[in-house]
T-cell receptor, first 116, second 112 residues
Framework: EAEVAQSPRYKITEKSQAVAFWCDPI?????LYWYRQILGQGPELLVQ????????DSQLPKDRFSAERLKGVDSTLKIQPAELGDSAMYLC??????????????FGPGTRLTVL | AQSVTQPDIHITVSEGASLELRCNYS??????LFWYVQSPGQGLQLLLK??????LVQGIKGFEAEFKRSQSSFNLRKPSVHWSDAAEYFC??????????FGKGTRLSVIA
């Protein structure tokens, strides 16, 4: 069964350092999402891609976060510099895309970030 | 504004007992509704979804949910809970090709 892949699964870093997370969506899925989940909360959107284009990054803290999906397939989320408040689970999800009448999002296992 | 409310932060049920997790939503258009389950340190697994049609939807692991438009609710039910159902449950709302808005989750504990 096709799955969304994420790496690393766990990352520990010190504040002010740079970190990067990688996501490989299900093959053929045009839409890719990055969510952040703080402990004890539900996931919240950081950025949505349609192929290689950003559709919604209104909640992305652009002074320190960046995201790209250069070839419209896999994606990288970067934080520089990391702050203590960035400690969270970072979840990637993918879906088939527009004009399908659907919105079934498949989630990867997540990257657990701890900032010391 | 779009929002999802899960009124119960933590529920404890006995194994074999029935379960109902509550979810209320606020959404400007006809919503797509979802229930996801998350085990500790893991990603989200889709239990069931409602897009249109029959308001009673069946999902995996014996779960079902009923969409009630008049009450803006999408409650999750299971007739007999198993110990392996202990996890965090999230209700979410969205539309076609939009980000999902999640509730804060309900943690389910199962006791013998």
């Amino acid at each position: 069964e096709a799955e969304v892949a994420q790496s690393p699964r766990y990352k520990i870093t010190e504040k002010s350092q740079a970190v990067a997370f990688w996501c490989d969506p299900i093959s053929g899925h045009a839409t890719l999402y990055w969510y952040r989940q703080i402990l004890g909360q539900g996931p919240e959107l950081l950025v949505q891609f349609q192929d290689e284009s950003v559709v919604d990054d209104s909640q992305l803290p652009k002074d320190r976060f960046s995201a790209e999906r250069l070839k419209g397939v896999d994606s990288t989320l970067k934080i520089q510099p990391a702050e203590l408040g960035d400690s969270a689970m970072y979840l990637c999800a993918s879906s088939l895309g527009p004009s399908t009448g659907l919105n079934e999002q498949f989630f990867g296992p997540g990257t657990r970030l701890t900032v010391l | 504004a779009q929002s999802v409310t899960q009124p119960d932060i933590h529920i404890t049920v006995s194994e074999g007992a029935s379960l109902e997790l509550r979810c209320n939503y606020s959404y400007g258009a006809t919503p797509y509704l979802f229930w996801y389950v998350q085990s500790p340190g893991q990603g989200l697994q889709l239990l069931l979804k409602y897009f249109s049609g029959d308001t009673l939807v069946q999902g995996i692991k014996g779960f079902e949910a009923e969409f009630k438009r008049s009450q803006s609710s999408f409650n999750l039910r299971k007739p007999s809970v198993h110990w392996s159902d202990a996890a965090e449950y999230f209700c979410a709302v969205g539309a076609e090709n939009t980000p999902l808005v999640f509730g804060k989750g309900t943690r389910l504990s199962v006791i013998a």
